[in-house]
């Protein structure tokens, strides 16, 4: 197999090439103003470990695929059009109140409770661009207002005379019958006709998102059409600039609900946190291609610690209304929960418990923490990391970044030493002890709030920081196996590799399986058989539209259900294509009796107050070939430990007194290289951490395992 | 007669007295006692022996994810429309029943109120043989009685044993609505007793080796209108409790007994020193607010709330003394540790939002109150609408407060004015489109207009006065499950608003009807109508007040049908200056209304309302006013007329020169119009209130009350409060409507005898 594939991200673009059996990473500076400049050189990098030109990789590859963070980052640098809004007469105040909760949406939870700071984001709609339109229609869909088309021309032109440069519609309800809005866009077209100059994008809720919930889907239809032009150009010149260097194929975008499809097929609202749900698609991957069973995804960077959820059992674990930026909105997302905890989490003392907190502020990359010498003086992660001994001050990500250990000590000493009464390297311990609680402990609750449990699963770490943690999260988390995988500072990049082309269409719906008021079963098949038809109807057309061959599409079909009146989300997988009788209707809801009793406990399901299904989701993909992982299980097979660089007197939690320990270059990770901690591997791309009473195990492709003793 | 009895008497005496109680009720030295209890002696031995404080942080961490994980559960599978838009809580407490910790994102009064009823079980239940308390069992509440804002909301309270040693009590509560009360929703301000609001639930076991009784939940289930929630709902409360058992279960098998329990008593005790140093920070001295509500949801009455701050090294004395007294047969009272409950909200949510989430924040503060008066009401007392005084305490020592706070070397956080502190949202009950009996309230209840602050305008409507990131919820999700159609679905409500250099964040319009039900009505508990709710700080203006209007006799339905353009837009402005559709009939009422009957298509409105503004409105940048008037948030004739710009209408260019003139011939104007403070005393006050006043409350004397009783203003004594009796709304009507036949019928003999 011979692949492309890319993750652009704020600061670096990691790219990530399959050439047959040789897998190569190339890593480059994001360039900005130009994307396609920083994938050249990233490219260049990769083609140069393979010692092949570009054009001949470039049209040799059977595709290139790109997970990116543009549209994270155009949104918060408010990079978009002049967006006007029409809105059901009545909804104008909607987006703007955002819930009444839009002040704290994406912020920590101390801002969340600092109510007279209360500040909403600056709106990407403000209040003039909303007009409303005299139209409603009810939940079942029925018309109650009729669309008054006058005030629909009026609406537009006054928002067109504002200086919309694209218009969005949300009309309440729309998901059950989309009418309205659909004649809202052919009013739109008979008065301002594509092909003038100055015509201007219109995007319509109900195809943006399928769900009830007209603030959330109103969110996701403005953000759409926000980024839309960023995003297209963005891509659009990427994808010239693959032309240009001799690509022939489609360019292939990843999707945040894990899979990808052609630029033509792809919402800009689709990219946003694509990279790192393609780090979780990898681990799917890899998790399935090695036999890990379930495991927890954890991404640790400069900022930010990223968790996500791989179920063996192929449960999909999404987020129905993720935040993005500080916006609600509706989409399906794959589960990524974020904590503010990264290298740059800086540490401070907390007069009321006499204890250290860590974070939720961030020293950042700018002026970053203290030892970066930039100017930052407050201590951090990092610096309690580079007192503690793990960190070589002159090999620092890859030698790009140079570190000042007196900084690291002067700020960590100045700060806290003295309140805690503590010396610096107890100090840095307990820095270090507390930020891998912390992680542990947000783990922990979103395993549990999903009804697992973290002894079953393996932990995951990739990202800058995620092996130089992950021993100390493990141990506050009672797990005991550990896998940095290969490829790991690239590793979203190499998922995104690995993903296949994929469509999720959603319909809200009111299908009540039991009613126990009548005692009567659901019995309208034929009515859940449409809906399901035109599900899968609406992904096999963007797949044909991608040149798939019909009979390669598949589908899967997952089912939003709950008891009563309860707002749980609990998707259900069913193999059940289509209903048929009184007994599918009991499968289905003995399956969502099993899903439900797993993750609240067994007996706390409340079937006599009644079964819904409240939306039909189908997930209509073509299986793409995907590159091969080598098996990374332990073999009994084991080598001893290269010759060490060198020996540092290191700092534990647990030790008050500091340990001699070895040092390792990159040659251990030759498969198969054993080491018991205390011991340090400084590779190429990071850092491994092995702490007392754990084994180091190099696994294959430069994977490594830690196994608790 | 001996009036000499000795102590081994005096002793069987009371042994007698303990052993013959007729009945457990409201314990007075359970409900009036805030204060965190003494240590027990298990605690004060793991203090003595020393706490590593590092690892209490780990410890407290843990907790906290357990909390969290027990909240998740409920918010996600809880049913009540409460449980799924955030009023709910989970928490932890000491074996001695202290609130310790509850979930990051829960409702703090609900546990602030609940160690009320754990106290009463510690003291009552776990020796009575024939109740006890051992491991697996698990108790319910709901009467604000013996603790909780309003027999609303149901908690499930479960004590934890490890090793045979009872630990701590978990909780969880949330805000269920129906209580089978005499109006649907479980809020009835129609309660003339305390008999007619529904089920009381004292603490009682429901809950044996894990499993819920199922002949105790049958009688709850008969004695509410909507038996699916409460059964669904104690599913959801028991096995989030079990979940969050579990985690603290694994706690203490890492950490030990010692650990847990020496967490939860030292977070306490660092949460109130932290406390004690907060308030020695302040200046010594009294500051003094006014608060009135202004209806007992019945009629007109205007109540005071009087409220003293003292601070004195580190004791803060909050004198609420001079209160209203209470109501006989009104249920606008409060019994004091509801009360309290609501102060410890208000501190933490708009004073020191910063500070742990614990009861122990109100240890060192001293509260006294009038006994009988409307925040320290009786136990017979009816209290179902308690959020009118409740709301009231969240928000009533904002102002004195940001006084006290203004010049302190650090600020916890920011300078703001009120926010608006009424439960604005319509309650509703009936028959639902799918045929289930019904009653609750709308999420409308979550979005209250913030104060403005001494650095910004206040956000329009936030999470309201008892919790952040509470949520105002989807119309299209809410339609499902109810026949309420929202014509206006929280539109910002223009003009209405706490005025100042800074304005008030903005309230919004509920303009809602009912379609496809065989029988709906709505009700509305809400003051405000007369008197504003929400106070400005440092001369900005409080917020207006707001009304109820319907437009009856319509079906709009059906109307829309005829003629789609018959309503412009469901503006409450609109329809009522204009009265669009024909054939209605527009009213206006204050927004205290008991349950009524809606017909399908007529037309109920209310309002969220603003908080109050800051500052002079002679300051306001220019450029501010413009921006309100670009958004639609104010007329031309407020901008001119309060804040005094000269600008362009069409292009909102501002004339600075001539605005500058205009305010500073204002503020001229300002002077003349100005009196000595003795003159404008002397010219103002009056010995008495107003006799047309139905006033409640101190005037000048704070130890003489005010009330009026079966329509007689009285006097009374602030040392022997009695409530005072309404008379029935409709009798007084149909005296008035007979008097009004008499005087017609008189006047008609006189017209026939002139014609004869």
Known sequence: MKRVSVDIGGTFTDCFVAWDNQYVEGKALTTHHNLALGFNEALSDACNQLQVETSTLLSGVDSVRYATTLGTNALIERKGPRIGMLVTSGFKSTIPLSRARGYGEGLPESEQMDIPNATRPQPIVPIPMIREVRERVDYLGSVFWQLDEDDVRLRIRELVDAGAEALVVMFTNSVVNNAHELRVREIFLEEYPGHLLGSIPMLLSHQVAGRKGEYARGMSTIIDAFLHQTMYHGLGTLELNLRAQGYDKPMLVSHNSGGMAQLNSTDALQTVHSGPVSGVAASEHLAAATELGNVVATDMGGTSFDIGIVDQGGVKHYDFNPVIDRWLVSIPMVHLVTLGAGGGSIARYDRLFGSLEIGPQSAGSDPGPACYDRGGLKPTVTDADLVLGYLDPKNYANGRIGLNPKRAKQAIEEQLCDDLDLDVAATARLIKRNVDTSMANGIATELRTRGYEPKDFTILAYGGNGPLHACGIANALGVSRILAPPYSSTFSACGAGNVNQMHIHEMSTWTVLFNPALKAFFSDYDGFNRNVEELERRGREDLLRQGMAPEQVKYRLELDMRYGNQRVQTAVITELSRLKSQKDVLTLMEQFHKSYGARFGEGSQSPEAGVRINTVRVCSYVEQPKMTFAKLKLSGKTRPPPAPQSTRDCHFVGHDQPLATLIYGEDALAEGTQIDGPAIVTARATTYLVEPGWTYHAAAQGGVWFIKK | ?756
């Open chain 2, 1 to 756: 007669m001996h009036d000499k009895i000795s102590a081994e008497e005096q002793a069987l005496l009371d042994k007698f007295l303990a052993d013959n109680q007729l009945f457990l009720g409201p314990d007075p030295e359970i409900m009036r006692n805030h204060a965190t209890t003494p240590r027990s002696k298990a605690e004060d031995e793991i203090l003595k022996k020393g706490l590593d404080p590092h690892q209490v942080h780990r410890v407290r961490g843990l907790i906290n994810a357990a909390l969290s994980e027990a909240f998740t559960m409920v918010n996600q599978m809880g049913a009540a429309p409460g449980a799924k838009w955030g009023d709910l809580v989970t928490g932890i407490y000491t074996a001695q029943g202290d609130l310790t910790m509850i979930a990051p994102h829960g409702i703090i009064a609900f546990a602030a109120c609940c160690f009320y009823p754990i106290r009463f079980i510690i003291k009552n239940w776990v020796n009575d043989p024939t109740v006890g308390v051992k491991d697996g069992d698990g108790f319910i509440h709901n009467d604000a009685r013996y603790g909780g804002i309003h027999n609303t909301d149901q908690s499930m309270m479960m004590p934890l044993y490890y090793k045979g040693e009872l630990v701590c009590w978990l909780s969880s509560t949330i805000h269920e609505g129906e209580n089978g009360a005499c109006e649907p929703g479980g809020m009835p301000a129609a309660a003339e007793s305390k008999y007619d609001e529904g089920i009381k639930m004292s603490p009682f076991k429901v809950v044996e080796n894990f499993q819920l009784k199922r002949d105790l939940v049958t009688f709850l289930q008969n004695s509410v209108r909507d038996p699916g929630l409460q059964l669904e709902d104690m599913k959801v409360k028991l096995h989030a409790v079990m979940r969050l058992r579990e985690r603290i279960i694994a706690i203490l098998d890492q950490f030990g007994r010692d650990a847990l329990m020496g967490t939860l008593r030292v977070h306490l005790e660092d949460t109130e020193a932290e406390m004690r140093r907060r308030i020695r920070e302040m200046p010594d001295g009294t500051t003094r607010v006014l608060q009135f509500m202004d209806s007992t949801l019945r009629e007109n009455a205007l109540q005071k709330i009087s409220l003293a701050i003292t601070v004195k090294d580190d004791r803060l004395i909050m004198d609420f003394r001079g209160t209203a007294p209470q109501f006989l047969n009104r249920s606008v009272n409060t019994n004091i540790a509801s009360f309290k409950a609501s102060l410890c909200t208000g501190l933490l949510q708009n004073i020191w939002p910063d500070l742990p989430h614990t009861m122990a924040v109100m240890s060192p503060i001293e509260i006294i109150t009038d006994r009988n008066s409307i925040v320290d009401a009786e136990g017979e007392m009816p209290q179902s609408m308690s959020l009118m005084p409740l709301f009231k305490g969240c928000v009533v020592w904002t102002i004195p407060m940001n006084k006290l706070n203004y010049s302190v070397p650090h600020r916890y956080s920011a300078v703001i004015a009120s926010q608006y502190d009424q439960a604005a949202t319509f309650i509703y009950g009936g028959l639902t489109q799918h045929g289930d009996v019904t009653g609750n309230f709308c999420a409308d209840i979550n979005g209250n207009g913030q104060g403005a602050r001494s650095h910004a305008d206040g956000e329009h409507s936030v999470s309201p006065v008892f919790g952040f990131m509470c949520d105002s919820g989807e119309h299209e999700i809410n339609e499902e499950d109810t026949p309420i159609i929202r014509l206006g679905a929280q539109r910002l409500a223009k003009d209405r608003i706490g005025w100042g250099k800074y304005r008030a964040g903005m309230g919004y319009e509920q303009v809602a009807t009912a379609r496809g039900s065989g029988m709906w009505g709505f009700m509305t508990g809400c003051e405000g109508s007369k008197f504003p709710s929400a106070q400005g700080l440092f001369g900005g203006y409080s917020c207006p007040s707001y009304q109820l209007m319907k437009i009856k006799g319509i079906n709009i339905f059906e109307e829309l049908k005829k003629n789609p353009k018959v309503v412009e837009v469901f503006d409450i402005v609109e329809l009522m200056n204009k009265r669009p559709i024909p054939g209605g009939k527009y009213s206006s009422h204050d927004m205290g209304m008991t349950f009524e009957l809606c017909n399908e298509g007529e037309i109920y409105m209310i309002c969220q309302g603003s908080g109050g503004g800051y500052g002079d409105v002679l300051e306001r940048d220019p450029a501010l006013v413009m921006k309100d008037l670009a958004e639609d948030l104010m007329s031309h004739e407020n901008a001119r007329d309060i804040y005094k710009v000269v600008y362009d209408e069409k292009t909102l260019v501002v004339d600075e020169e001539a605005t500058k003139k205009l305010r500073d011939d204002y503020r001229k104007e300002r002077i003349r119009r100005g009196k000595p403070f003795d003159q404008f005393c002397t010219e103002w006050v009056t010995p008495e209130p107003p006799a047309h006043i139905p006033y409640f409350g101190s005037w000048d004397n704070p130890r003489e009350i005010y009330a009026t009783t079966m329509g007689q203003r009285v006097k009374m004594s602030a040392d022997q409060l009695q409530g005072a009796f309404m008379l029935n709304p409709k009798d007084l009507r149909i005296m008035q409507l007979e008097s009004e036949v008499e005087r017609l019928q008189v006047e008609l003999g006189a017209h026939r005898n002139a014609e004869r």
